[in-house]
């Protein structure tokens, strides 16, 4: 996920980082080397790397590669850039006037701005980079003056998806006496945890009722609180107060206490919860490690918010140690609650002998089977039960 990681933050930058931002608020790198794969021999290093997507069976790829001085650039960029072109086209920095006319000459045809600027002979078709990908502008020469004038003629999916993804790392931020408040509009550039207050405070200024029950059962059936508001302090700030017992009791409506007062767990978790509510349909969700500091039968019931998040068409991807949460999944496919044609599990292990990453994708049959666990999964805890209960054993014998 950090290729598609990069993208995002790269799109969500408030300047142009070039090719892509390396250290951002998804993802930190401070070398180009840290993102080309390396084996044990200098033979096995790759100088190049691509990111590709198929939105709506429509094939969106970026290649990056190095230039002679070291520096990353952007090689090649593939997609649909016109309306009736049935396979994608490639766009190379360099392309040259002709070549590009060539390419999309019925598009310009049918728009009489660029053909007719391009009727004059100081004005060529070029190639130019917007961030990670590359587009075709018109360049017109002027003496020693030359301007681009962007023509974007399509190819912005890869940008528009990265851009829409919610992600949640491992770590969701320490929780904190105020939050700022943020816009609720379908992006949430950087990580997700900290639009949590401002959107349970746009909830509640919106009369999305529908949201906010959902949310309240969801975090007092995951064993948190009974109760989560969000009050408004100024134009800027926003306190998040959660209920100090976990299930509502009489005469406790006004017991509630700052985040920051109860158990980590919650501030972990919220963000996790909210997230699945707030995603539009198509949206992707990317999870960290959302089992983190939840109960284990809070894992068992997890599966359920996700599963409410696919009957909306959301996305989610989650990357766990949980076998709890995946035997769920299980559980609900094989009630005919969860359509195992929607859920796929990516198995990733490293060789012993390359060191390389290995993956191995297994969909699950209508009873929620998948065929064997990998290895080290699931018989680490198996064995450690067998261990304690052999030894309990032998000295009971013992007596």
């Known amino acids: 996920m950090q290729p598609l990681l990069l993208l995002k933050q790269t799109v969500d930058a408030a300047y142009d980082p070039g090719p892509l931002q390396l250290d951002g608020p998804n993802v930190s790198i401070t070398s180009v080397d ?20 198929c939105i709506d069976s429509h094939r969106t790829k970026a290649k990056f590669s190095r230039d002679t001085g070291g520096n990353l650039r952007v090689a090649e960029y593939t997609a649909l850039f016109m309306a009736g072109q049935s396979e994608p086209v490639t766009l190379r920095e360099g392309m040259t006037d002709s070549t590009l006319r060539k390419i999309f ?56 998806e990265v851009s829409r993804i919610i992600h949640l790392p491992a770590l969701r931020g320490n929780p904190k006496r105020t939050y700022r408040t943020a816009a609720i509009e379908g992006r949430y550039p950087g990580t997700f945890d900290t ?28 064993g948190l609180t009974w109760k989560v508001e969000a ?65 284990p039968r809070a894992q068992l019931y997890f599966a359920r918010l996700v599963n409410r998040a696919l009957k909306r068409q959301v996305r989610v991807i989650i990357e766990t140690h949980s076998s709890l949460l995946i035997r769920a999944v299980q559980t609900m496919i094989a009630r005919d609650e969860m359509d195992a044609n929607d859920v796929a599990l ?12 290995e993956i191995s994708t297994a969909e699950l049959s209508p009873d929620g089977a998948f065929g064997d666990w990998p290895e080290d999964f699931d018989d680490v805890y198996l064995g450690s039960e067998a261990a304690y209960l052999d030894a309990a054993m032998e000295k009971a014998a013992k007596l």
């Not at 840290?34 to 790397?49: D, N």
């Not at 909830?203 to 309240?216: A, D, P, S, V, Y």
């Not at 996790?272 to 949206?283: E, I, K, N």
Request: no cysteine; proline share 4%.
């Open 231 to 295: 009050r408004q302090l100024d134009d800027t700030q926003v306190e998040l107060l959660v209920g100090r017992l976990p299930h509502a009791r009489q005469g406790g409506a006004r017991d509630l206490v700052n985040i920051a007062d109860v158990g980590f767990g919650v501030s972990q978790t919220l963000p996790v919860v909210v997230a699945l509510l707030a995603a539009d349909p198509g949206q992707t969700v990317y999870l960290e490690q959302p089992e983190i500091h939840l109960h």
């Open 34 to 53: 840290q993102i080309l794969s390396r084996g044990a021999s200098v033979a096995s290093r790759v100088t190049s790397f691509s990111v590709e997507l």
């Open 105 to 160: 000459a019925p598009t310009l045809k049918k728009n009489e701005f660029p053909s007719s600027i391009l009727q004059r002979n100081e004005a060529k078709l070029s190639v130019a980079r917007d961030r990670f990908a590359l587009q075709v502008g018109i360049t017109i020469q002027a003496g020693d003056t030359s301007t681009l004038l962007p023509l974007i003629l399509g190819g912005t999916e890869l940008s528009s």
């Open 346 to 357: 990516h198995w990733f292990t490293r060789s012993l002998t390359t060191g390389e990453t």
């Open 195 to 222: 639009y949590t207050a401002g959107i349970i405070s746009y909830w509640q200024n919106n009369g999305r009722t529908e949201q906010l029950n959902q949310l309240k059962r969801d975090v007092e059936e995951l």
